[in-house]
């Protein structure tokens, strides 16, 4: 896609010098716009991504005009903001020419079509499935997205209560708090404030560089400078009031989120619709029938079941969200669970007796732990309640069983 559609540069006066580094790079047709032209270039060109050159003197509804087109655009069409002085639109990737690496860029921008590529993807095997097309627009930042502080210094309160305002914060006090994080749940990106010396920034990112899992994560740094090239596409440098660090990094989360997204979309796909892919989990058809299943050969051919019903506060609607991809990451392959409307997460356990779901359930409760400033919140902690099936239980039974348990235990 990249090779045959062009990339749009916009600029207010004169070719940016990153232009050239995308002509020398010879894999992008580039065609140069100014402001005026921008629109219409978004609308009549099949372009593969749209960067634009931010100085001090760009009006910010110039930049909100062009974003609102980008965004309408189907698929996924990367907008990349070159050094930007503004608080930019949800949809613009910042990208700071800091250290005079062109390199940096031309990663920058293939991450970005990659994702691009995998919207592509999705939505035609979500029509030759007979589905809706996948439109980034299904993705709210604030429901989906979560994103792992990590600092100890003076602008850590402040720049968890912004973050936490656009969008879901796991906070970490320590870079060992932060690897238990990145190990156990879904990260959408990374935001490094202070308390931390340049050779722990510098191992953090080096680990980040070499496991595959978390090369592609948005990594934002406060308050140190790139001493040196990292294997990390989206490694920002953003400094400044808290409120603008979060306000610049959520487009880069937000694209992540999407990526996300689209990866859990592909697998339910490969599985006939099985998976629902807010959680990749069973839907809830696919659980009854195969809770049914295990119960009936249980049964017949002997051996233990259990269940566990996770109920998360209803009012606190993250919690559940968040507890069920812990679930889905973290569970055994031959395990299997879905979500309940009724903010409750159910897993079935195969060949496991009471005491060990009890062991199983209290390790994966431990994990959803959420953290705000370095603290607990009991709101994302599920209340638990195990059951394993008797020899007359049918799986309607079972389940009726594993709600009077809460029941009992609640009162």
Same mark, same amino acid.
């Given at each position: ?179 238990a994080h990145l190990n156990a749940r879904d990260i959408d990106g990374i935001v490094l404030g202070e308390g931390f010396s340049a050779r722990v920034v510098d191992a953090l990112l080096t680990v ?48 992540? /989120?999407?990526? %996300? ?5 592909? *697998?339910?796909? !490969?599985?006939?619709?099985? #998976?629902? +892919? $807010? ?37 606190h609607p993250r919690a559940q969200l968040d507890g069920a991809r812990i679930i889905s990451r973290l569970m055994r392959q031959m395990d299997f669970g879905v979500a309940h409307d009724d903010g ?35 709101? /994302?902690?599920? %209340? ?5 099936? *008797?020899?007359? !239980?049918?799986?309607?039974? #079972?389940? +009726? $069983? ?10």
């Open positions: 896609m990249s090779q045959h559609s062009p990339v749009i540069v916009v600029s207010t006066a004169g070719r940016p010098p990153f232009a050239t580094t995308l002509d020398q790079a010879k894999t992008f047709r580039v065609i140069d716009a100014n402001w005026n032209d921008a629109p219409r270039a978004v609308e009549t060109l099949q372009a593969a991504a749209v960067l634009v050159a931010t100085p001090d003197t760009i009006e910010r509804r110039h930049l909100d005009m062009l974003a609102r087109r980008i965004a309408a655009r189907q698929p996924y069409l990367p907008l990349i903001a070159v050094d930007p002085k503004i608080a930019l639109p949800e949809n613009a990737l910042p990208f700071s020419q800091t250290d005079g690496n062109p390199g940096r860029l031309l990663a920058r921008l293939r991450a970005a079509l990659r994702v691009r590529a995998l919207h592509a993807t999705a939505t035609r095997r979500q029509a030759e499935a007979g589905g809706t097309p996948i439109a980034p627009s299904e993705l709210d930042p604030t429901r989906d997205a979560t994103v792992l502080l990590i600092g100890r210094g003076a602008s850590y309160p402040a720049l968890s209560v912004s973050l936490g305002e656009r969008i879901g914060v796991v906070g970490a006090l320590s870079i060992e708090a932060a690897a980040l560089t070499e496991d595959p899992r978390f090369r592609n994560l948005p990594v934002v740094l406060t308050s140190h400078e790139l001493a040196r090239a990292y294997d990390l596409p989206n490694l920002e440098i953003i400094s400044g009031a808290p409120t603008y660090i979060a306000n610049n990094t959520l487009p880069l989360v937000r694209q992540h /989120a999407l990526e %996300a997204h689209l990866s859990r979309a592909l *697998r339910a796909i !490969d599985a006939g619709g099985l #998976l629902d +892919a $807010r959680t990749g989990l069973l839907t809830p058809a696919a659980f009854s029938r195969d809770l049914a299943t295990a119960v009936y050969q249980t049964a017949e051919r002997g051996g233990v079941l259990s269940v566990a019903r996770f109920a998360f506060d209803s009012e409750s997460v159910v897993v079935a356990f195969a060949e496991t007796d009471l005491r060990a779901a009890h062991g199983i359930a209290r390790r994966l409760s431990s994990v959803m732990r959420h953290t705000s400033h370095g603290k607990r919140d009991a709101r /994302a902690e599920p %209340a638990v309640t195990v059951a394993t099936m *008797r020899p007359e !239980d049918s799986a309607k039974s #079972l389940l +009726a $069983r594993l709600h009077d348990e809460g029941r009992r235990a609640a009162s």
